[in-house]
């Protein structure tokens, strides 16, 4: 790393740093050229299109290792003995299948292995975090050198996307779109509008109840917009901290050898403390995942 990295804030900033892909902005040495950010101003110079690249690629790669895994154990299941695999996977699908059951009082055939998928693919996201903090960033910095010239201090690598907000935001939406879909779809304009407007403050006087719409909008608006920003900034925020503690506990290692066992007893405690914490935070976004498409299946107020 460079000098600045050698610092504990120069440490940290490599390590909190996106591999960002974008349009070098007007001023910049290397204006109207695509690249590599050389460094955080370069990245926010950027702007919205910027990709980052480490966010993608490792969402992408646990995504279709998920995929190959369960298509593996589909084509080769038995009905005699079970593998170990196979066992865990109808485990997990049986998991999933009893939650879906038990919350979702519709009738989408989608909504479980959606489920499925969001379950599996935040726990294999988050568990990267588990991984020590400096094994893929120098391995990065290696492949970025050799392979494409770059200098390995500018070459950044985030391997948690559900630290990246983006991420987070972006599956969040996915879910908030679902779920405005299917309550115009089950509930039509009207059934919507209604609920964004009659409640949950009603009158039987039409005059009153005109006053009131305006006021149940507001609230409902609030409580509907609250539901994608709640859930991904839960599942940021946790794996957020996990990752800065991860990181806190790296810097002892230059601290001389006592420090550094303590360090090290440090992280293998929280890490088997964190094995709980990705699991949670992976289930509860499931969870509610399949509340928020229950609601939009709800019409007995209607």
């Not at 559900?162 to 779109?177: E, H, I, K, Q």
């Amino acid at each position: 790393m460079s000098s600045e990295a050698l610092t504990t804030s120069g440490y940290i900033k490599h390590h909190l740093s996106n591999l960002t892909y974008g349009r070098f902005p007007e001023g910049h040495e290397h204006a109207g050229h695509w690249g590599f950010a050389h460094n955080a101003t370069d990245a926010h110079a950027m702007g919205f299109w910027a990709i980052h690249v480490d966010t993608m690629f490792w969402s992408i790669t646990l995504g279709a290792l998920f995929l190959l895994l369960f298509a593996r154990v589909a084509r080769t299941a038995s009905t005699g003995v079970p593998s170990g695999l196979q066992n865990f996977v109808e485990w997990v699908v049986e998991f999933v299948d009893s939650i879906v059951k038990g919350t979702f009082t519709g009738r989408n055939a989608m909504v479980a292995p959606m489920a499925l998928t969001i379950f599996v693919w935040v726990f294999l996201i988050n568990f990267m975090d588990l991984i020590p903090v400096d094994w893929l960033p120098q391995l990065a910095g290696l492949a970025g050198s050799s392979l494409f010239g770059l200098d390995p201090h500018h070459v950044y690598m985030r391997v948690v996307p559900s630290t990246d907000p983006n991420a987070t935001f972006g599956m969040s939406l996915a879910v908030f779109l679902l779920m405005l879909f299917y309550s115009l779809r089950i509930k039509g304009v009207g059934g919507f509008l209604s609920e964004l407007t009659l409640h949950p403050f009603s009158s039987h006087n039409r005059l009153v109840q005109l006053l009131f719409i305006p006021i149940n909008f507001l609230l409902e608006f609030v409580a509907l917009l609250a539901k994608p920003l709640s859930l991904s900034l839960r599942l940021y925020g946790n794996m957020f901290a996990g990752e800065m503690i991860f990181i806190l506990i790296a810097l002892m290692y230059g601290g001389g050898m006592a420090l550094g066992v303590f360090g090290g007893l440090l992280q293998i405690g929280w890490a088997i403390f964190h094995i709980l914490i990705i699991t949670l935070q992976a289930y509860i976004f499931m969870v509610l995942t399949v509340v928020y498409m229950d609601l939009a299946y709800q019409t007995g107020e209607h």
